[in-house]
């Protein structure tokens, strides 16, 4: 069931027209009815406007959503995982496995994990990173639970762009809320239930004053009182528990040195700690599953001036009430604070939904993953290949070779010839390889062997290897470029390629043309 199917199946519960549900929530039904068809998505201010004209919570919505099918170890008892299936994923994450050991990862989630009660799966995904020897830190927000103490007690809750105006009364309410949290979380850390993922589990929890704060003074003409900022965490001592096998637990509560307490926000502690860590991840888990360009597609990955460009956009595009349009409000928060560790150099900034569950898990060891990953530089790359790539290259090449697309090559051969490869990368795995051999009295260089893994075309990334190469070969002197080629013609011709005859190769590669394969001959001037 889709998101937008669940929101229909309340409507038809509580016997509410489109139409009505529609002037509810101060929407056109027309928005409404593809949202509830999925061919439209929804934005977080919208879910939550749904949600209060239902009388529900997007928890609730998103606990009848069906996980999409991938190829990720998801299970249900509908469709039990084969034993075969779930012995390939395991060796497939296997990379992921030796990369991650020892390393550190901050996560941070937002009170509504608790409140939902997300934080029991949670756990266990914690505890198996934990059992993997990766050094973790959590930072948990309080926002809901605070929000209802204040309510419960009556007491007005300002907010100054987005910051709680938090005053005595008020800063009492925020303590207790962040220690009923934080017991929670320790608490079901502890778990080690026989016959449960906790099985065995010895999870021990550091948390103290780490965090030291400042106020953030007087905002927009209003004194924000005890709401304050990171001043400083105090990396040193987190490390120590680190290197003691204990999970360090973050409140988004700082100290200053005259022993005052300040409110903070989740992603500045979350943020500042991945930074004074030196983490090698940051993981935020959110409501909606990850960044969204202006047609409503997830973005898989993205750098951090493209965040930048799209935040700046957003600012760019409001409505009639002073809106930003096409991004959520998870997105303005937590992509800010991507950016900036990134710029810090925190390696990789992870935006993940928290109502799927296991989202960390697949988001970790699946080379797609399943949320939004920001990078300060892209993932792609082309370089020189070395003899070091042969075998991944050999893998690439194989299957078009058996197809008859490619000219085989053995590994002998490719190990002579690896100097004149270069290949392309996303994120540490060849996917693509071309080769130039160069004819230097012509001023001319074959291009051969060009291939893109099938599981990254349709991308153009075929056009950057291709315009890559042809680069290279006007860097060296190179007047043309010659393919030869059975399967691919149009490909070539729709880049400029021109056939020609056999006559017109060098004469060096006349004499190793295969009259058996026939191969068409095409030649581009650069």
Known sequence: MSLGFAIRKRRKQLNLTLQTLAKRVETDSGNLSRIERGAQGI??????????????????????????????????NANPIQPQEFVRWFRSATPYIHAFGGRTFVIAFGGEVVDDGQFVALSHDLNLLASLEVRLVIVHGSRPQIESRLKRAKLQNTLVNGLRVTNDEAMAYVIEANGSVRVEIEARLSMGLINSPMAGADIRVASGNFVTAKPLGVRSG??????????????TAIQKRLDDGELVLLSPLGYSPTGEVFNLTLEDVAVNAAIALDADKLIFLMDSEGVHNIRGELLRNMTADKARNLLRNAQKNVNAENEMQNITEDELYYLPAAVRACEHGVARTHLISRHIDGAIIQELFTHDGIGTMVTEIGLESIRQADIDDVGAVLQLIEPLEGEGILVRRGRERLE???HHFFIMEYDGRIIGCAALYPFEAEKTAELACVAIHPEYRGNGRGDRLFHYCEEQSQAQGFKSLFVLTTHTAHWFIERGFIEQDVASLPAERQKLYNLQRRSKVFTKKI
């Open 222 to 235: 209003v004194d924000l009182q005890h709401t304050g900022e990171v001043r400083k965490v105090d990396s």
């Open 416 to 418: 002579m010839e690896i």
């Open 43 to 76: 934005s977080e201010a919208m879910l939550r406007r749904i949600c209060a004209a239902l009388d529900c919570t997007p928890a609730a919505l998103y606990a009848q959503v069906e996980p999409q099918s991938t190829q990720n170890p998801v299970t249900s």
